[in-house]
């Protein structure tokens, strides 16, 4: 059912003001916003929406909200508690998580276990808690939603034919800003050059997944989870203008593919409308557009995340965890500066050496404690790594 209220978690990010910029004309109520820091735009949200609930997760912005929102109504909300309070109680047929991390994870299980609905652009939500995620949305009935490009596209192209098994998926990437590039050439490449990315304007953690390929890994891994494919199924294809958001081959080899100019406004406003489609604000694809795809195999040995994110997706268990935490530390290092572009890579791999990945049983706890661990080896190996400089 398309949406009718709507709870956007991470509103003041580059997915929630999108999904921001979409809500009025598709008609939708915002019932609740949340943001870490920028107080000033989630402000400025909250006086534009009035929504039920504000939640500030940052104690500063907390503070400042705490007096600027005093004559508005809306209930103000502090912390990770704020964000659980919201995904439970809110009056919201479906939450939006556009949070980065794996800070998202608590907040949709909270969601689906109050039977809301899910749009999903929180990767990391399924690369770490894929199996819990799943598990409580077929127990509790509810929607899991794809917001990812990509994962929206496969999803696109399954429509019609969901009681079929896809034979293999093609995930398109765009290759970020040094596909093409040896290891040479990136050993000194900034964390200014790292954030320009080619197609898509995004958070700052996403785009240095991009560069680093870890982004793909992340989404071969949520693609296992929303589709019910094993790694060999998804096959990872560079293709420089996203324009092709991704492609199912079915049994007979057909292949259908989604395309458009790169704009979030479309798979966020699908995951909003399903299963009808609405007139968007989105630029209408040209044939020039259209006149020079190309589609090549990634650069494995260059981008080390991509197959450590592989090597996790087949291990299973605890292991994308393992790489994910690891990755969401060294690019905080690495937005620093205290770690270089390639060293990502090296720590992303090495989180494969954690004891216990393999352990099929394990609770949210196992998670998130794993998690901090994997964070802790991945600082002590940047440390190791700038020693030998
Ligand atoms: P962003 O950095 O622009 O926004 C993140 C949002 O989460 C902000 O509202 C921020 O205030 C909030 N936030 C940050 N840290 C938090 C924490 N610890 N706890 C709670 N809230 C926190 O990121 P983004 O680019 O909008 O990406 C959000 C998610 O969507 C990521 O998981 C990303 O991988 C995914 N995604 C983004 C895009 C894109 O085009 N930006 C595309 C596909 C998927
Ligand atoms: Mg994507």
Redesign the pocket.
């Known amino acids: 059912m398309p949406v009718q209220k709507l709870s956007v978690l991470?509103?003041?990010?580059?997915?929630?003001t999108q999904t921001l910029s979409l809500v009025k004309d598709l008609g939708i109520e915002l019932t609740a916003i949340?943001?870490?820091?920028?107080y000033k735009l989630l402000e400025q949200q909250a006086l534009e929406f009035r929504p039920e609930y504000v939640c500030a997760?940052e104690e500063g912005a907390y503070r400042e909200l705490k007096v600027r929102l005093a004559p508005t109504g809306c209930k103000l909300l502090f912390g990770r508690e704020g964000?659980m309070e919201i995904a439970s109680r809110d009056s919201s047929d479906t939450l939006l998580n556009?949070?980065?991390?794996i800070?998202?994870l608590e907040p949709t299980l909270a969601a689906i276990e109050a039977g809301k609905n899910i749009a999903l652009?929180?990767?990391?939500t399924l690369v770490t808690g894929g199996s819990l995620v799943t598990r409580a949305v077929r127990e509790r009935g509810v929607a899991l939603l794809p917001?990812?490009?990509e994962h929206s596209a496969i999803f696109q192209c399954l429509q019609g034919n969901t009681h079929l098994r896809p034979r293999r998926i093609f995930l398109t990437a765009s290759g970020g800003p040094f596909f093409g590039q040896g290891r040479e050439q990136l050993r000194e490449v900034t964390v200014a050059d790292a954030l320009k990315h080619p197609n898509?304007s995004?958070?700052?953690?996403?785009t240095v997944d991009s560069a680093t390929l870890m982004n793909k890994g992340l989404e071969l891994i949520e693609a296992m989870w929303l589709f019910s494919v094993s790694p060999e199924q998804v096959l990872i294809t560079v293709h420089r203008q996203s324009i092709v958001h991704s492609m199912v081959e079915y049994e007979d080899m057909s292949v259908i593919a989604q395309l458009g100019f790169p704009d979030?406004r479309l798979p966020i406003q699908y995951a909003l409308t399903y299963p009808e489609r609405r007139p968007s604000p989105c630029r209408p694809l040209t044939v020039e557009g259209m006149s020079n795809l190309t589609f090549q195999l990634p650069d494995r040995e260059t981008f080390r995340c991509l197959p450590a994110c592989e090597r996790a997706a087949a291990i299973g268990g605890l292991a994308p965890t393992a790489v994910n935490g690891a990755n969401e530390a060294a690019v905080e290092l690495y937005l620093k500066g205290e770690i270089g572009f390639l060293d990502i890579g090296d720590i992303v791999a090495d989180a494969l050496s954690l004891p216990g990945l393999e352990r099929e049983d394990f609770s949210l706890g196992d998670i998130l404690a794993l998690d901090s661990e994997a964070r802790l080896r991945a600082t002590d190996f940047a440390q190791k790594l700038s020693g030998r400089r």
Do not use: F, H
Request: without cysteine; hydrophobic residues 35%; positive net charge.
């Open positions: 991470g509103s003041t990010g580059s997915i929630g949340s943001g870490y820091s920028n997760v964000l556009s949070v980065v991390g800070a998202g652009a929180n990767k990391e917001v990812d490009s898509w995004m958070g700052r953690k996403i979030m």
